[in-house]
Protein backbone atom coordinates (compact mmCIF):
# COMPACT_ATOMS: atom_id res chain seq x y z
CA UNK A 1 0.00 0.00 0.00
CA UNK A 2 1.51 3.26 -1.31
CA UNK A 3 0.75 6.46 0.54
CA UNK A 4 2.23 9.36 2.20
CA UNK A 5 3.67 7.81 5.17
CA UNK A 6 5.75 5.07 2.75
CA UNK A 7 4.61 1.57 2.52
CA UNK A 8 2.83 0.97 5.81
CA UNK A 9 0.53 2.86 8.03
CA UNK A 10 1.23 4.06 11.30
CA UNK A 11 -0.75 1.33 13.87
CA UNK A 12 -3.08 3.56 15.25
CA UNK A 13 -4.53 4.70 11.33
CA UNK A 14 -4.08 0.92 10.04
CA UNK A 15 -6.55 0.08 13.57
CA UNK A 16 -8.93 2.92 12.28
CA UNK A 17 -9.39 1.91 8.69
CA UNK A 18 -10.06 -2.23 10.00
CA UNK A 19 -11.95 -0.27 12.16
CA UNK A 20 -14.33 1.52 10.05
CA UNK A 21 -14.05 -0.77 7.04
CA UNK A 22 -15.62 -4.22 9.18
CA UNK A 23 -18.17 -2.01 11.35
CA UNK A 24 -19.51 -0.23 8.09
CA UNK A 25 -20.10 -4.05 6.81
CA UNK A 26 -21.08 -5.23 10.52
CA UNK A 27 -23.79 -2.22 10.37
CA UNK A 28 -24.68 -3.20 6.86
CA UNK A 29 -25.87 -6.28 7.68
CA UNK A 30 -27.58 -5.60 10.77
CA UNK A 31 -29.54 -3.19 8.74
CA UNK A 32 -30.14 -6.13 6.42
CA UNK A 33 -31.39 -8.31 8.71
CA UNK A 34 -33.26 -6.40 10.93
CA UNK A 35 -35.37 -5.09 8.31
CA UNK A 36 -35.90 -8.79 6.68
CA UNK A 37 -39.33 -8.96 7.98
CA UNK A 38 -41.99 -6.81 8.51
CA UNK A 39 -44.69 -6.94 11.31
CA UNK A 40 -47.81 -5.81 9.31
CA UNK A 41 -50.01 -8.27 8.34
CA UNK A 42 -52.17 -7.98 4.69
CA UNK A 43 -55.74 -7.33 5.51
CA UNK A 44 -58.54 -10.48 4.38
CA UNK A 45 -58.63 -8.86 0.96
CA UNK A 46 -54.36 -9.14 0.71
CA UNK A 47 -53.75 -5.57 1.22
CA UNK A 48 -51.16 -4.15 3.26
CA UNK A 49 -50.49 -1.17 5.25
CA UNK A 50 -47.84 1.75 3.74
CA UNK A 51 -45.56 2.85 5.28
CA UNK A 52 -46.83 7.07 5.13
CA UNK A 53 -44.38 7.46 2.54
CA UNK A 54 -46.03 9.01 -0.90
CA UNK A 55 -44.60 10.78 -4.06
CA UNK A 56 -46.73 11.74 -6.91
CA UNK A 57 -49.32 10.10 -5.62
CA UNK A 58 -47.43 6.82 -5.56
CA UNK A 59 -47.94 5.19 -1.76
CA UNK A 60 -45.11 3.04 -0.82
CA UNK A 61 -46.51 -0.45 1.13
CA UNK A 62 -44.55 -1.87 4.42
CA UNK A 63 -43.62 -4.98 2.49
CA UNK A 64 -40.41 -6.68 3.30
CA UNK A 65 -37.20 -6.98 0.29
CA UNK A 66 -37.89 -9.51 -2.46
CA UNK A 67 -35.51 -12.90 -1.83
CA UNK A 68 -33.87 -12.55 -4.42
CA UNK A 69 -32.78 -8.61 -3.25
CA UNK A 70 -32.60 -9.80 -0.21
CA UNK A 71 -29.86 -12.69 -1.12
CA UNK A 72 -28.15 -10.10 -4.00
CA UNK A 73 -27.18 -8.41 -0.54
CA UNK A 74 -25.82 -10.94 1.09
CA UNK A 75 -23.97 -12.12 -1.64
CA UNK A 76 -22.03 -9.10 -1.57
CA UNK A 77 -21.42 -9.29 2.38
CA UNK A 78 -19.85 -12.52 1.92
CA UNK A 79 -17.54 -10.97 -1.37
CA UNK A 80 -16.39 -8.17 0.21
CA UNK A 81 -15.13 -10.20 3.29
CA UNK A 82 -13.32 -12.52 1.08
CA UNK A 83 -12.07 -9.61 -1.09
CA UNK A 84 -10.76 -8.25 2.34
CA UNK A 85 -8.69 -11.94 3.13
CA UNK A 86 -7.15 -12.51 -0.26
CA UNK A 87 -6.47 -8.24 -0.88
CA UNK A 88 -4.84 -5.42 0.92
CA UNK A 89 -7.68 -3.35 2.00
CA UNK A 90 -7.76 -3.55 5.89
CA UNK A 91 -4.88 -1.26 6.93
CA UNK A 92 -1.34 -2.81 7.22
CA UNK A 93 -3.15 -6.18 6.44
CA UNK A 94 -1.64 -7.21 3.43
CA UNK A 95 -4.11 -10.15 2.48
CA UNK A 96 -2.94 -13.63 2.13
CA UNK A 97 -2.69 -13.67 -1.31
CA UNK A 98 0.36 -11.15 -1.13
CA UNK A 99 -0.78 -8.85 -4.19
CA UNK A 100 0.11 -5.58 -4.81
CA UNK A 101 -0.08 -2.89 -7.17
CA UNK A 102 3.90 -2.76 -7.73
CA UNK A 103 4.39 -6.03 -7.97
CA UNK A 104 1.76 -7.01 -10.89
CA UNK A 105 3.46 -4.06 -12.45
CA UNK A 106 6.78 -5.59 -12.49
CA UNK A 107 4.84 -8.94 -13.43
CA UNK A 108 3.31 -7.25 -16.03
CA UNK A 109 6.56 -5.79 -18.01
CA UNK A 110 8.43 -8.71 -16.87
CA UNK A 111 5.82 -10.89 -19.30
CA UNK A 112 6.19 -7.60 -21.21
CA UNK A 113 9.72 -7.63 -22.00
CA UNK A 114 10.14 -11.38 -22.50
CA UNK A 115 7.92 -11.49 -25.79
CA UNK A 116 9.03 -8.08 -26.96
CA UNK A 117 12.62 -8.46 -26.02
CA UNK A 118 13.27 -10.29 -28.77
CA UNK A 119 11.69 -8.31 -31.86
CA UNK A 120 13.58 -4.66 -30.54
CA UNK A 121 17.01 -6.74 -30.48
CA UNK A 122 16.27 -7.40 -33.87
CA UNK A 123 15.27 -4.33 -34.88
CA UNK A 124 18.51 -2.51 -33.13
CA UNK A 125 20.56 -4.49 -35.45
CA UNK A 126 19.49 -2.67 -38.09
CA UNK A 127 20.85 0.74 -39.22
CA UNK A 128 18.63 3.75 -38.68
CA UNK A 129 18.24 5.05 -42.46
CA UNK A 130 17.31 1.18 -43.22
CA UNK A 131 15.42 0.32 -40.62
CA UNK A 132 13.17 3.94 -41.13
CA UNK A 133 12.19 2.08 -44.72
CA UNK A 134 11.05 -0.77 -42.80
CA UNK A 135 6.83 -0.40 -42.60
CA UNK A 136 6.32 -2.74 -39.82
CA UNK A 137 8.97 -1.48 -37.53
CA UNK A 138 7.80 1.92 -37.97
CA UNK A 139 4.41 1.14 -37.12
CA UNK A 140 5.46 -0.03 -33.81
CA UNK A 141 7.75 3.10 -33.72
CA UNK A 142 5.11 5.38 -34.49
CA UNK A 143 2.43 3.76 -31.24
CA UNK A 144 5.97 4.32 -28.88
CA UNK A 145 6.23 7.88 -30.32
CA UNK A 146 2.37 8.57 -29.79
CA UNK A 147 3.16 7.26 -26.24
CA UNK A 148 6.03 9.15 -25.28
CA UNK A 149 6.94 11.66 -27.39
CA UNK A 150 3.61 13.57 -28.73
CA UNK A 151 2.34 14.97 -25.75
CA UNK A 152 5.27 17.67 -26.93
CA UNK A 153 5.35 17.18 -30.33
CA UNK A 154 2.42 16.63 -31.65
CA UNK A 155 0.90 13.80 -32.82
CA UNK A 156 1.59 14.51 -36.12
CA UNK A 157 5.34 15.56 -35.31
CA UNK A 158 5.16 19.78 -36.56
CA UNK A 159 5.83 20.23 -33.24
CA UNK A 160 4.44 23.89 -31.38
CA UNK A 161 5.34 26.84 -29.69
CA UNK A 162 9.10 25.68 -27.91
CA UNK A 163 9.02 22.31 -29.14
CA UNK A 164 10.87 21.45 -32.99
CA UNK A 165 9.03 20.45 -35.72
CA UNK A 166 10.29 16.95 -36.67
CA UNK A 167 9.39 16.91 -40.22
CA UNK A 168 10.90 19.46 -41.72
CA UNK A 169 15.16 19.89 -42.33
CA UNK A 170 15.52 22.39 -39.35
CA UNK A 171 17.58 20.65 -36.72
CA UNK A 172 19.36 22.31 -34.02
CA UNK A 173 21.64 19.96 -32.78
CA UNK A 174 21.69 18.10 -36.48
CA UNK A 175 18.63 15.46 -38.11
CA UNK A 176 21.79 12.53 -39.38
CA UNK A 177 20.78 9.32 -37.31
CA UNK A 178 23.73 9.88 -34.98
CA UNK A 179 23.07 13.06 -33.60
CA UNK A 180 19.14 12.29 -33.57
CA UNK A 181 20.43 8.81 -31.25
CA UNK A 182 22.16 11.42 -29.00
CA UNK A 183 19.26 13.43 -28.43
CA UNK A 184 17.26 10.90 -27.70
CA UNK A 185 19.73 8.74 -25.32
CA UNK A 186 21.36 11.90 -23.21
CA UNK A 187 18.29 14.81 -23.71
CA UNK A 188 19.09 18.24 -24.86
CA UNK A 189 19.78 21.48 -22.42
CA UNK A 190 19.43 24.67 -25.16
CA UNK A 191 19.72 27.90 -23.27
CA UNK A 192 19.56 31.39 -24.80
CA UNK A 193 20.50 34.20 -22.33
CA UNK A 194 18.60 37.12 -21.86
CA UNK A 195 20.40 40.30 -22.88
CA UNK A 196 18.64 43.09 -20.99
CA UNK A 197 21.84 44.81 -20.26
CA UNK A 198 22.10 45.62 -24.02
CA UNK A 199 19.16 47.85 -23.39
CA UNK A 200 16.13 48.58 -25.17
CA UNK A 201 17.88 50.61 -27.80
CA UNK A 202 20.27 47.91 -29.19
CA UNK A 203 17.95 45.28 -28.33
CA UNK A 204 15.01 46.90 -30.85
CA UNK A 205 18.20 47.22 -33.40
CA UNK A 206 19.54 43.75 -33.48
CA UNK A 207 15.97 42.11 -33.49
CA UNK A 208 15.62 44.14 -37.18
CA UNK A 209 18.84 42.43 -37.85
CA UNK A 210 17.87 39.27 -37.04
CA UNK A 211 14.34 40.04 -39.16
CA UNK A 212 16.56 41.27 -42.11
CA UNK A 213 18.66 37.72 -42.25
CA UNK A 214 15.21 35.87 -43.33
CA UNK A 215 14.37 37.99 -45.25
CA UNK A 216 11.47 39.80 -43.52
CA UNK A 217 10.24 42.92 -44.09
CA UNK A 218 12.39 45.73 -41.48
CA UNK A 219 13.89 48.65 -40.60
CA UNK A 220 16.92 48.91 -42.60
CA UNK A 221 18.45 52.08 -40.84
CA UNK A 222 17.89 49.80 -37.47
CA UNK A 223 18.94 46.76 -39.05
CA UNK A 224 22.42 48.52 -40.01
CA UNK A 225 23.38 49.64 -36.62
CA UNK A 226 21.84 45.99 -35.07
CA UNK A 227 24.72 44.47 -37.74
CA UNK A 228 28.01 45.61 -35.01
CA UNK A 229 26.29 44.26 -31.90
CA UNK A 230 25.24 40.89 -33.70
CA UNK A 231 28.38 40.49 -34.34
CA UNK A 232 29.83 41.51 -31.01
CA UNK A 233 27.62 39.30 -29.15
CA UNK A 234 25.26 36.61 -31.16
CA UNK A 235 28.20 35.82 -33.90
CA UNK A 236 29.69 32.84 -31.52
CA UNK A 237 27.00 31.02 -31.10
CA UNK A 238 24.81 31.97 -34.62
CA UNK A 239 27.82 32.09 -36.74
CA UNK A 240 28.37 35.73 -38.25
CA UNK A 241 26.06 34.52 -40.79
CA UNK A 242 23.49 33.65 -38.76
CA UNK A 243 23.12 30.60 -40.28
CA UNK A 244 23.60 28.68 -36.87
CA UNK A 245 25.42 26.20 -34.96
CA UNK A 246 24.25 22.07 -34.53
CA UNK A 247 27.17 21.73 -32.14
CA UNK A 248 25.54 24.20 -29.73
CA UNK A 249 22.16 24.00 -30.51
CA UNK A 250 21.97 27.53 -32.21
CA UNK A 251 19.26 28.38 -34.42
CA UNK A 252 19.57 29.42 -38.23
CA UNK A 253 18.13 32.69 -38.00
CA UNK A 254 18.03 32.99 -41.85
CA UNK A 255 14.99 30.58 -42.96
CA UNK A 256 12.07 31.92 -41.32
CA UNK A 257 11.75 29.33 -38.77
CA UNK A 258 11.01 30.49 -35.28
CA UNK A 259 10.68 27.81 -32.68
CA UNK A 260 9.47 30.72 -29.74
CA UNK A 261 6.82 32.25 -32.11
CA UNK A 262 3.40 32.23 -30.08
CA UNK A 263 -0.09 31.67 -31.74
CA UNK A 264 -0.83 35.54 -32.80
CA UNK A 265 2.58 37.07 -31.80
CA UNK A 266 4.58 38.61 -34.54
CA UNK A 267 8.07 37.55 -35.24
CA UNK A 268 9.29 40.85 -33.97
CA UNK A 269 7.67 40.11 -31.10
CA UNK A 270 9.01 37.00 -30.40
CA UNK A 271 12.35 37.99 -31.13
CA UNK A 272 12.16 40.97 -28.87
CA UNK A 273 11.37 38.86 -25.66
CA UNK A 274 13.66 36.21 -26.49
CA UNK A 275 16.17 38.74 -26.54
CA UNK A 276 14.83 40.61 -22.99
CA UNK A 277 14.06 37.19 -21.46
CA UNK A 278 16.67 34.40 -22.95
CA UNK A 279 15.11 31.31 -23.47
CA UNK A 280 15.43 27.82 -21.65
CA UNK A 281 14.65 24.34 -23.98
CA UNK A 282 14.68 20.92 -22.38
CA UNK A 283 14.55 18.11 -24.34
CA UNK A 284 14.77 14.92 -21.14
CA UNK A 285 16.53 11.59 -22.17
CA UNK A 286 14.51 8.58 -22.70
CA UNK A 287 17.08 5.59 -22.81
CA UNK A 288 15.98 5.67 -19.13
CA UNK A 289 12.22 5.11 -19.58
CA UNK A 290 11.95 3.62 -23.20
CA UNK A 291 15.26 1.49 -23.33
CA UNK A 292 18.22 1.76 -25.96
CA UNK A 293 16.21 -0.51 -28.19
CA UNK A 294 12.99 1.86 -28.23
CA UNK A 295 15.10 4.66 -28.55
CA UNK A 296 16.53 3.43 -31.75
CA UNK A 297 13.58 2.86 -33.13
CA UNK A 298 12.25 6.00 -32.49
CA UNK A 299 15.07 7.61 -33.68
CA UNK A 300 14.28 5.61 -36.97
CA UNK A 301 10.88 6.84 -36.99
CA UNK A 302 11.67 10.33 -36.44
CA UNK A 303 14.41 9.99 -39.36
CA UNK A 304 11.85 8.62 -41.50
CA UNK A 305 9.45 12.09 -40.79
CA UNK A 306 11.16 13.94 -43.54
CA UNK A 307 10.67 12.17 -46.57
CA UNK A 308 6.78 11.36 -45.64
CA UNK A 309 6.48 14.82 -45.82
Known sequence: MNNLWGDSLPGFWSAWIIVITLGTIA???????????????????????????????????????????????VGTVIFSIGYLILYPGLGNFAGVLGWTQEGQWE????????????????????????????????RVAERIYQNNCAVCHGSNAQGGYGFPNLTDDNWLYGGEPENIMATLNNG???????????????????????????NLEHDEDRAEQ??????????????????????????????????????????ADSIRQTLRNGRNGHMPAQAAYIGEERVHLVAAYVYSLRFDN
Open 27 to 73: ISVWLLFANRRTDKTPDAEGNVETTGHAADEIEEYDNPLPKWWFQLF
Open 107 to 138: EEVEQAEERFAPIFAQYQEVPVPDLAKDQEAM
Open 226 to 267: GESTFMSVCAACHTPQGTGNTALGAPNLTNDIWLYLAPGQTV
Open 188 to 214: RNGLMPAWQQLGEDNIENLTQYVMSLS
